[in-house]
């Protein structure tokens, strides 16, 4: 499992994924294969009065599984219109059914007076390039990163945030006060535990993440080509704790290039099945230049040299002389240059 999985246990209540012919489409979904991130942002409600205060939630759904987008999602509506929002019945997206989310994304739809929401789709990708950089950057930090990208660009179209509550990530306390440092104009930030279950407006923006990213899941075009029509879709829920999905890992593992992108190979449930079962591939330039000379010792006296050095440098050595007949490099014959010793 992903490092991020044993200091904030996810959540496993994810059900199995079954494309329904008869759903409705919801429109931050992709008809193209993910192999960027992307941002689907609805429109301001149209009865929101110029710098009229506004309540914003947020909430993440796919953190935890191996496979598909994470995504994050943000919904608002005029503060004054909090309690009309909650009457709408929104909860958190983990305790309904799948045509109950569906449902209540309808209405989010239907209310475009009322209600503006933003998604960030993360690719599995980007998912993974981001956490095996070289510079650590976690699980944690992508999704800060993403929840203050989304709250930014939301301010930056004109909404006037003055209240803003988020699902944790990581310790409340600390996430909160990094968002009241990066947000003075905000009157109220609340970062909690269970966000999703407490604030109408978290539920709102989890029901917006969820059914996005199963919709992305359901219908996920594979960008590697013949997959579509051979490779099974029947992964399970998409987490490293479900049969199914560890079942279907290794069969549709190649032994030499891994996985197709809809896999987040940094996950160690990935690294284990590939150390375990993939093939070991040797790249001859590794072996070359671990025999390689410092780039120095070729320039160095020919006294004490090894023999090895030796060959070396007559390998790499661009001069020619009477001990070393090698030709001049072709560069240097096309543009009559002459050695500096010929001066």
């Given amino acids: 499992?992903?490092?991020?999985?044993?200091?904030?246990?996810?959540?496993?209540?994810?059900?199995?994924?079954?494309?329904?012919?008869?759903?409705?489409?919801?429109?931050?979904?992709?008809?193209?294969?993910?192999?960027k991130s992307y941002t689907y942002t609805t429109p301001l409600p149209t009865l929101l009065e110029p710098d009229q205060e506004c309540i914003l939630g947020v909430d993440e759904a796919g953190r935890g599984?191996?496979?598909g987008p994470m995504v994050?999602?943000?919904?608002?509506?005029?503060?004054?219109?909090?309690d009309e929002l909650a009457g709408l019945g929104f909860a958190d997206s983990k305790t309904l059914k799948e045509h109950e989310r569906d449902n209540l994304l309808e209405v989010i739809t239907s209310?475009?007076?009322?209600?503006?929401?933003?998604?960030?789709?993360?690719?599995?990708?980007?998912?993974?390039?981001?956490?095996?950089?070289?510079?650590?950057?976690n699980l944690n930090a992508l999704a800060h990163d993403?929840?203050?990208?989304?709250?930014?660009?939301?301010?930056?179209?004109?909404?006037?945030?003055?209240?803003?509550?988020?699902?944790?990530?990581?310790?409340?306390?600390?996430?909160?006060?990094?968002?009241?440092?990066?947000f003075p104009s905000i009157s109220k930030i609340v970062v909690a535990k269970k966000a999703d279950?407490?604030?109408?407006?978290?539920?709102?923006?989890?029901?917006?993440?969820?059914?996005?990213?199963?919709?992305?899941?359901?219908?996920?075009?594979?960008?590697?080509?013949?997959?579509?029509?051979?490779?099974?879709?029947?992964?399970?829920?998409?987490?490293?704790?479900?049969p199914k999905t560890v079942s279907w890992l290794k069969a549709n593992m190649d032994p030499i290039?891994?996985?197709?992108?809809?896999?987040?190979?940094?996950?160690?449930?990935?690294?284990?099945?590939?150390?375990?079962?993939?093939?070991?591939?040797?790249?001859?330039?590794?072996?070359?230049?671990?025999?390689q000379p410092r780039i120095t010792a070729l320039f160095g006296q020919a006294g004490g040299d090894t023999v090895e050095l030796t060959k070396q440098k007559r390998k790499y050595s661009t001069f020619a002389s009477k001990t070393n007949p090698r030709p001049r490099p072709q560069l240097m014959q096309d543009m009559a240059l002459k050695n500096v010793i010929d001066f």
Avoid at 114 to 126: E, F, K, N, Q, Y
Avoid at 258 to 282: A, D, H, M
């Fill in 257 to 291: 290039f891994g996985y197709p992108n809809i896999v987040r190979f940094s996950w160690q449930t990935c690294k284990t099945l590939l150390e375990t079962s993939g093939k070991t591939v040797r790249w001859p330039d590794d072996d070359e230049s671990r025999s």
């Fill in 72 to 82: 994050y999602g943000i919904c608002y509506c005029p503060l004054s219109k909090a």
């Fill in 197 to 242: 279950s407490k604030f109408p407006i978290v539920s709102a923006a989890s029901i917006c993440a969820k059914v996005t990213r199963d919709d992305v899941l359901k219908h996920w075009i594979f960008a590697e080509t013949g997959m579509d029509d051979t490779i099974s879709r029947q992964f399970g829920s998409g987490y490293p704790s479900d």
């Fill in 111 to 137: 209310r475009p007076d009322l209600i503006g929401w933003s998604v960030r789709i993360l690719s599995p990708m980007d998912i993974s390039n981001s956490m095996l950089r070289k510079e650590k950057y």
């Fill in 146 to 182: 993403t929840t203050i990208q989304l709250i930014r660009e939301t301010l930056a179209s004109g909404v006037n945030v003055k209240e803003v509550y988020v699902d944790t990530v990581g310790p409340p306390e600390t996430y909160q006060k990094k968002l009241e440092g990066l």
């Fill in 1 to 35: 499992m992903d490092p991020e999985e044993e200091l904030f246990p996810f959540e496993t209540e994810e059900e199995e994924l079954v494309v329904s012919e008869s759903a409705i489409r919801p429109p931050s979904g992709t008809d193209k294969a993910l192999l």
């Fill in 65 to 67: 599984p191996v496979l």
